[in-house]
Structures are given as C-alpha cells and as structure tokens.
C-alpha cells in the first residue's frame, strides 16, 4: 500500500508533463524542434533535457551563411537551415553540412517541418517551396509576393501559414500541404512575426504596427487588438488559451476573444538602480504554465498568470553592471525551456571597458543556463569567439533548438551554425516491461538528472544520452504494480539493457481526489464536499467500494463516498464519489489529511489523501439591540502569516426613537475595536467607526494567540453589521519521503521547514500547513542522510515536494569526507560538485573517485578513531576549497607546497593503520603528490 500512494502521486504528476508535451507538440511529437520556437503554439519548449552547462562545449561551428534563419530537427536528429546564399542546409549531429537544395536567393524564414516529413521555407524573393529532406523539390516555387521573411508555421494537418511582403501591403496566406492557396488576409507591415496557431485552428499575428490579428481557419477575421506599440516578435498560446504577445515596450496577455487581461513591464537593475527594460523577443512557456521572458538589458523574469495580472515568481540579471563590464548582455530570442527544469538563454555580451576608453568594442554570444524554478544561474559558456561590434549585426531574429542529443543547436547573424552539447561520454538504459495493460504506460528515471518516456505498447523503452552515474527507475500507470516497484542502474563505462520489469492490474485507482472548498472555517455552518474520481482498468462494475476516514474532521472513520445522486454526489454513476459534510466548530485548526480508500470485487485497494485546510475565520451578519457591546475572538495559531478582517454596516435592522437628538455622529455610531494578544493595557491596538462601505484591513506577521474583535453600539438605534475575519499567508505543503536506492516509501521520518514547521512522515506521506514564502523544507531519519529542498509557497496555494533519502551508509561503511566535514554542509557539497562535475572529466579523475569509494570505509574507520588526524584533515578540507572552486570555474590552479606537505603526513599517519591493498593506492597518491603530477593529471 506504500508504494501504491506513491504511485498515485507520481501518476499525476507524470500525466500532467506527458499532457502538456502532446500540446506544445501538436501531432509532432516525434520530431525534436519541428519549426520556428518548436511548434504553432510557438512555446519553445521541448520534452528533451539540454546539456549540463557544466559538462557542455561548443561541439561544432559550422559556417554556412546562416544569417536570420532559425534551426529545425527532424525525427532522426537531422538539422535543416537556411542560408544566405540560397541553400538549405542539412546538418548531421555531428556538424557535418551538405547543400541540398538551392534557389539562388536568400532564406531568412526558418523553415517547418510537417508530419509527412517535408520541408516547406520561404525566399526573399517572395517564393515559397516544398522539398522532401532528400532534397527533391515537390511542388514550387509558389509565388506569394515581394519576400517572404518571417517563419512558417505547420499545423497538423500540414497546412503551412506563412507572411509575404507585397509592396505596401503584407498578407497571411494559407497554403494546402499541395501548395494550394487556399485564403489569404491583409495584416498591414510583418517583418519577423510568425503566426502562432491554437489548439482550435485559430491564427494569431502581429504587425509592426502594433495590431494583434485573430482569424478562423477559414482565414475570416475574428478580432483585432491595437496594442499602440511595436510588434516584431511572434506571439506565443499559453495552455489557459491567452495569446500572449510582446510588444517593445511590454508583455500583454489576452483573452481568446481580444480582451486585454494584463500588462507586465520589464525592469532591470542598472547600476544599482531600478529601470524600465524593453523586449526584442518573444516569451517561452514551461510545462507548468510559467511564462519565461527576456528584456534587452539582460533582465529574465518567470511570470504566472492569475488571471488579471501578472505574477512575478522571479526576475535575474544575466549580468551585474560594472566598469569593466558597463554593456548589459542583450537577451534577443526566447528562452529554450527543457524537460529538466533549465532554461537556456542565449545572449549577445559586449564588451566595452570605461577602464580602457581605447580598447575596441567587440561582442559574443554566451548561453546561460538558468534553474526554472528559482532563477538561479547555473553556468554560462561562451559559444562564439570575440568579434568586433561592427563586424556582427544584432541577433534580433535568430533562435535555438534543441535536439534529442541534448545537443543546443544556435543560429547567429555572422552566419554561423553552432553546436553546443554534452563533453564526455553519455549512455543508454533499455528494458522491457512484461504483463498487462502495457498501453499508456511510462518509465521514470532520477538520478544524474530526471526524464519520463512512454512505453512501448510491445513493453519496450528506452533512454538515450544519459550522463553518466546512478539512477533509480521506476514504471507507472494508475491501477498497475509493478515487480518490482523500482530498480537501481548505475552508468558508468557503459550502456545498460535489461532492467526489466512484470506489471499486474493492482485494483481500483484514484483519478483525482478533492475538498471544496478547501481551506474551510470552522464556524459550525459551512459544508465541505469530499469528492473522489475513481476507476478500473477491467471496468467500473469491478469496483466496490469507496469510504473516507473522517475522523479529522470529527466524523465517521469509514464514511461511505456516493455515486448515486445523494449525499451531495452531483451525477449518479459517473464514477464520481461524494459526500458533503458540516465542519463542526469543535475541529481544531490546521491541515487535515483525509485518507480515502477504494476496494474493488477482488478485495484489492487503493489510497490516496485528500488535503483540506481548516482555517478560524468569523464570518456572518451580526445584530446588536440598543446600546450594547458584543466581543468575538479568533485564534491565530501560525506565526508569520496575515490576518485580513473587512467591515461594514448593511443598515438598521429595526428603527426606535433617538433618545438625545443633539447626539454626536460618534455616539450614534458602531465602534470596532481590535486587541492582539500582548495587549495587556486595556486600550485597543485599533479602533474605527463601521460604516456602509466595505473596510478592509491586513495585519501582517499577525502575532500568535487569541485576538479580540469588540463591537460597540453606541446608539439605541438597533444595527446589523458585518464582520469576516480569516487567516491568510499561509498554504499546504505535501508530499513522498523515499528511499533513494529501493524506492520505498519511508515512515516516521522528520519534516521540518526553515520557518517553523514541523511533522513526521505516516506510510511515507506528509502534510505541513506553512507561512507562505520562499523557504527551505528538510527531511531527515537515523538511517539516511537528510535532504533539502526549496519551497515557493503563495497564499492559499498547496504545493507538493517529494524527496530521496540516500541511505547512510553506516560506521563501516562511512565515507571519509562525510565523517570529517558532516558539521559543514557547504563544503561536503562542493566536494561531491568537484566529483561530479571535475573529476569525471577525465581518467585520472575517474581513477581517483574509483580509488576514493574502493577504500573510503577503511579510511573512515581509521579516521574515526584519531581525533586529532579528523581536526587536522578538514583543516586541509577548508584550504583546499578556494582551489577547488578555481578548478570548478575552469581556471588552472596550483597546489602550495605548505599544502601538499601536510596532505602527505596526513596520508602517512592514515598508511601506517593500512591494508596492504590502501598502502599501495596511497603510495601512488603521494608519488603524484612528490612529482607535482596530482593536479595535472586533472587536467588531462
């Protein structure tokens, strides 16, 4: 049942990434970038991993006249692209380039690739062609107007939409997959913008006249937008339907029927100061819906759309502003967002000095690698060589794509074609899947880095261009098991096959389980609805039972949910199963965790949890009778969360004769007064009149304890007023504690987070209720080593973080740095980076670390024993950590002879308690050490 809940954990989570690829794909799912910013909803987004910036070289430059013509993959990894001097390129991964069709004029339009393989591109000439990737022309040229600039875009059914320039006037033509037009719209000027479609056949585009046209695919016009501003870029189709479009100065979002929902504009930090940036290029959208957009003063921002505005999760600078450094790097083509959770930036860097007025401005393009989640830059590499200024015009219009060898490839306007991807080895990891069901069914991998593919109907998968090192991989599909759950695969010299897996129908699964509303008040009145979607592989008949403990909310603990129509269930026999229920003002504060379980004919059950939030919240329109005072409470339990409170007065409830018509408005008045929880002096920490408006009030990092809310009529006119009171800034946190190397749910683990929370993990599940913000949660036992994560929490929101626990592997088994260092996080962690991402590189590297792990239980013990030699080895940990991290940024470093003099009596004292196998991987330690080999053996 442990790994069950996972499952049903996981299932989601893979459904949803899977779900979104077959849209920002379309019918293209096979084909890694199949035209301009990847598909026609234009989110340039692909279901591969990139390179890891650390492990990533430019693999190729290839010179081939590239100039504004943006790169496209085909299913079997080829590269197509345009050229200045009339060709189309294919390029094999390698680099290596051929000519295979030529027109005699310039292509500047990157070209598309259809579902049947053809190759349609436009020339400036105005022409627009179909070749097959063997470079036979079937149809064209077709003849559309003066030049054709901007890229095509294919939907899936082949039709190519595509802008032509024609004198004064541009037009959006439809052409047939047989090169039929078969409509065409006049759209005022278009140089760069290429039209993005929906998931309904519906066309957006915009002029550089600053309008946003909407047609049907009968090319008719549904709307039109004036943005009052520029628009070269080409809009993008979020997944909610918004079409959102950057102008020069902004990012608009609209409604699918031209409706304006919001307006962000960029600033960047310049010099230290806030200001207003501009965009070249258009946005990227993540598979969770988050919008990655670029200014041109090197400003990225992640945004979310709520609906009537724009969100701000984070915002970086590529580049602080300096003397030496005083041009921003200009962000001039969307990010490239991978399946890994990276964004890929490319950036024009020029280089001016204020120091050195003389030196010449010369300029490159450098790729930034930058973490989705939190923003953070992981690493830059530079991808072109210096070049001056005048010598390379702005890359306004080129773009990337990324390949399914996790290879980046990069157009520039100095008409070079590069390639930048993984140094070093990268593998394979096969198997094959037994049983039923086999359908729908995927893999997972974690480890080195995180991938989901599909399964083969026949039971097949596969992984390809995997980095090396060890992973967990673990099938899934709603309502199988699998034998076993997960197994561990190490890649390490070579590709792997055989990880093979049996599955069997499990019973019953979860689809979805959900409380509306959640969070819910505990005032007595207010009803929640438990509901829970569940199904069977074999057929709904097969189900028998579902029930819900609700214990947690004072209820029964086997609470049957309804299919039936009763109960609050809304549609009888649609396999959704309800119960609405009364929350009794007896229930304590806090999350509750609903566990729900449902049992088929066979006896075989599943479970999940349904997350509810009970909050104290005082809400109701209250009436008080002649010259009184009435006092509510409400009870904060949370530190660092908000208090809202609003107020007013509807009107008199009942009219009596004023007894003093001299009377002052404040005496004829109803009087709020507020005691927070230190309030010891009697006198209210606020006081207001009530009045017919609405008031609201937000007390921020509200003081923990009972607040006191007194209401004071004084008149003897009898009022009603109303009063809501509820906690907000806080949210749920949820999720799995696993084992890192079996895969098994794990129990009574500990779950704290950096602002206070804390629990214990049951059945290997979690659930915190927690202030919002940005903060670290931590999971921690005896018998593994912690992990952390960090959490971006908003108001309301309930977000889930599963983590691996390494096992520890114990005193015998102790690693050498984890039993001298494990009081310095930091460090332990930029020894395991110079590891992975240093000593890999080369030989001699993987030597060392074969040497390290071969004899690291013998070294811990005989460390562990001396304390003296501990204190003296991490002494020489912290002095080696500043040449650690010169080697990490790729820079020579020199071991100090002071240094290597005390590693090597640190070695003799540990080869005097030694094996005789230890003494002899220490005697070739100090040898390099003695000849100064240690360090350049690295860099081999």
Partial sequence: MKTLRFYVSAIFLMTFILTFSAYAAGEGADLPWPQFQHDMFHTNSSIFCGPNIQRTTTKFQEDIGAGFSSPVIDSSGVVYIGSTDGCIYALAPSGQSRCIYNIDSSIESSLAISHDATLYFGSVEGNLYAITPYGDLRWGPLRLGDSITASITVDPHGKVFVTAAEKAQDWLYCVSPEGDILWRYPIGNVTYSSPALDRFGNIYIGSSLGTVYALNSNGLLLWSYDTDDTIDSSPVIAQNGSILVTTTSALIALTNKGELKWTFIPTAIIWGAEEVSQFASSPALGPDGKIYAGGINGDLHCLEDKGDKAHVVWSVMLEESSLSHPVPPFILSPPVVDSCGTLYVRAQDISVSFLNPDEQATTRLVLYAISSSDGTIRGAVQVSPQIILDMLPLDFSTGMALGANRTLYISSANGILYGVGPEGPSFSLSGHINGEELQDMLVHIQGAEQRTIAVQDTGEYSFDFLLPGSYIVTPVKQGLRFEPPSQQARLWYADIDGVDFASQVAGPYFVTAQAHPSPVPNDGASSVLFSAEVTHLKGQQFIDSVYADLAPVNGSTEQSLHDDGTNGDVVAGDGIYSY???????????????????????????????????????????????????????????EGQRLDLSYYLPGALTETRVVASEASDEDMGVVLDIFKPSNSTGEPDFTDNIQSAITSLEFEDAEVGRWVYRVTNRSTVSRQYHIKTTTAGTGIVFGNVMDAETGELLDSVAVTTSVGGAGTTQEGYYLLLSPTGVFTISASDTEHVPASKSVTLMSGESVEVNMLLSPDLGEDTACLLETTCSHRRDVVALLRDFRDVFLQKTFSGRQYIKAYYQHAPEVAAIVKADAALQREIFNIVLELVPIIKTMLEGKPAVMPAPLSGQLKTCLQRIRAASSNSLKKSIDILMSDLDNALFLKKLYK
């Fill in 580 to 638: 609405a229920v009364v929350v009794d003002s007896q229930v304590p504060i806090g999350p509750k965790a609903i566990v729900t379980v449902a049992t088929d004919v066979d006896g075989l059950s599943a479970q999940t949890v349904i997350e509810l939030g009970i909050i104290s919240m005082i809400t109701s329109t209250v009436s008080i009778t002649g010259t009184a005072t009435q006092q509510h409470e409400i009870f904060n339990d949370i």
